[in-house]
Protein backbone atom coordinates (compact mmCIF):
# COMPACT_ATOMS: atom_id res chain seq x y z
CA UNK A 1 0.00 0.00 0.00
CA UNK A 2 1.66 3.46 -0.85
CA UNK A 3 2.29 6.09 1.34
CA UNK A 4 3.57 9.64 1.25
CA UNK A 5 7.05 9.83 1.46
CA UNK A 6 6.16 12.80 3.96
CA UNK A 7 3.94 10.69 5.74
CA UNK A 8 6.49 8.24 6.14
CA UNK A 9 9.24 10.73 7.45
CA UNK A 10 7.00 12.18 10.12
CA UNK A 11 5.89 8.46 11.31
CA UNK A 12 9.43 8.14 11.57
CA UNK A 13 10.62 11.24 13.40
CA UNK A 14 7.58 10.51 16.18
CA UNK A 15 9.87 7.15 17.11
CA UNK A 16 7.16 4.65 15.80
CA UNK A 17 9.38 3.53 12.90
CA UNK A 18 12.85 2.53 12.83
CA UNK A 19 15.53 2.99 9.05
CA UNK A 20 14.84 -1.03 8.60
CA UNK A 21 11.72 -0.44 8.64
CA UNK A 22 11.46 1.57 5.29
CA UNK A 23 14.45 0.07 3.06
CA UNK A 24 12.94 -1.84 0.69
CA UNK A 25 15.41 -3.92 -0.20
CA UNK A 26 14.80 -5.84 3.29
CA UNK A 27 11.76 -8.44 2.24
CA UNK A 28 11.56 -10.17 5.24
CA UNK A 29 12.16 -8.13 7.88
CA UNK A 30 9.27 -9.43 10.28
CA UNK A 31 10.29 -6.64 13.13
CA UNK A 32 9.00 -3.97 10.53
CA UNK A 33 5.87 -6.00 9.80
CA UNK A 34 4.97 -5.82 13.64
CA UNK A 35 6.03 -2.35 14.06
CA UNK A 36 4.12 -1.19 11.06
CA UNK A 37 1.15 -2.58 12.22
CA UNK A 38 1.69 -1.45 15.62
CA UNK A 39 2.09 -4.79 18.13
CA UNK A 40 4.24 -6.44 19.53
CA UNK A 41 5.98 -10.41 18.94
CA UNK A 42 2.44 -11.33 21.27
CA UNK A 43 0.45 -9.63 18.70
CA UNK A 44 -0.13 -6.60 21.56
CA UNK A 45 -1.04 -3.62 20.62
CA UNK A 46 1.83 -1.60 21.66
CA UNK A 47 1.87 1.64 19.25
CA UNK A 48 -0.33 4.63 18.24
CA UNK A 49 1.75 4.24 15.16
CA UNK A 50 -1.68 3.69 13.03
CA UNK A 51 -3.48 6.64 14.38
CA UNK A 52 -0.23 8.74 13.66
CA UNK A 53 -0.51 7.18 10.19
CA UNK A 54 -4.54 7.82 9.73
CA UNK A 55 -3.99 11.68 9.77
CA UNK A 56 -1.87 12.11 6.52
CA UNK A 57 -2.71 8.80 4.65
CA UNK A 58 -5.94 7.22 6.38
CA UNK A 59 -6.35 4.94 3.18
CA UNK A 60 -2.72 3.39 3.98
CA UNK A 61 -3.35 3.05 7.94
CA UNK A 62 -6.76 1.11 6.92
CA UNK A 63 -4.67 -1.25 5.30
CA UNK A 64 -2.39 -1.97 8.34
CA UNK A 65 -5.62 -1.75 10.18
CA UNK A 66 -6.49 -4.91 8.49
CA UNK A 67 -2.79 -6.46 8.30
CA UNK A 68 -2.82 -5.92 12.03
CA UNK A 69 -5.85 -7.91 12.49
CA UNK A 70 -4.20 -10.65 10.23
CA UNK A 71 -1.21 -10.92 12.39
CA UNK A 72 -3.52 -10.84 15.11
CA UNK A 73 -4.95 -14.14 14.50
CA UNK A 74 -1.97 -16.39 14.53
CA UNK A 75 0.06 -14.55 16.78
CA UNK A 76 -2.16 -13.11 19.75
CA UNK A 77 -3.71 -14.65 22.85
CA UNK A 78 -6.99 -13.11 21.89
CA UNK A 79 -9.90 -15.45 23.03
CA UNK A 80 -11.15 -17.46 20.26
CA UNK A 81 -14.45 -15.34 18.87
CA UNK A 82 -12.27 -12.18 19.42
CA UNK A 83 -9.86 -14.23 16.17
CA UNK A 84 -13.41 -15.00 14.83
CA UNK A 85 -14.49 -10.89 14.25
CA UNK A 86 -11.06 -10.01 12.74
CA UNK A 87 -11.04 -12.91 10.02
CA UNK A 88 -14.24 -11.92 9.35
CA UNK A 89 -13.30 -7.99 9.16
CA UNK A 90 -10.11 -8.90 7.26
CA UNK A 91 -12.20 -11.28 4.72
CA UNK A 92 -15.12 -8.70 4.74
CA UNK A 93 -11.91 -5.86 3.73
CA UNK A 94 -10.56 -8.45 1.07
CA UNK A 95 -14.09 -8.80 -0.43
CA UNK A 96 -15.05 -5.04 -0.72
CA UNK A 97 -10.93 -4.71 -2.22
CA UNK A 98 -11.65 -6.58 -4.68
CA UNK A 99 -15.01 -5.85 -5.23
CA UNK A 100 -14.00 -2.08 -5.95
CA UNK A 101 -11.42 -3.36 -8.00
CA UNK A 102 -13.38 -5.80 -10.74
CA UNK A 103 -15.96 -2.23 -10.99
CA UNK A 104 -13.43 0.47 -10.65
CA UNK A 105 -13.61 0.07 -15.09
CA UNK A 106 -11.57 3.35 -16.50
CA UNK A 107 -9.85 3.79 -13.34
CA UNK A 108 -6.63 1.74 -14.37
CA UNK A 109 -7.96 -0.75 -11.78
CA UNK A 110 -6.83 -4.18 -12.54
CA UNK A 111 -6.12 -7.64 -10.40
CA UNK A 112 -3.14 -7.49 -11.57
CA UNK A 113 -2.10 -4.21 -10.43
CA UNK A 114 -4.06 -3.94 -7.59
CA UNK A 115 -4.64 -7.20 -5.94
CA UNK A 116 -2.45 -10.25 -5.00
CA UNK A 117 -1.06 -11.57 -7.96
CA UNK A 118 -2.17 -15.16 -9.64
CA UNK A 119 -1.95 -17.01 -13.08
CA UNK A 120 -5.47 -16.37 -12.88
CA UNK A 121 -5.70 -12.87 -11.91
CA UNK A 122 -7.37 -11.59 -14.99
CA UNK A 123 -9.90 -13.88 -14.98
CA UNK A 124 -11.55 -13.14 -11.18
Known amino acids: MGMGRD ?43 LEELAKA ?3 AAQYWKF ?21 GRVLGYLATWRWYIRNGRGRGLTFTRNFFPTKRSSTL
Open 7 to 49: SLISVARQGLLLFPDLDYHEKQLWASCLRLAGVDASGIVNSDI
Open 57 to 59: EPA
Open 67 to 87: CRFFIQIFISDEPLLCKIEMA
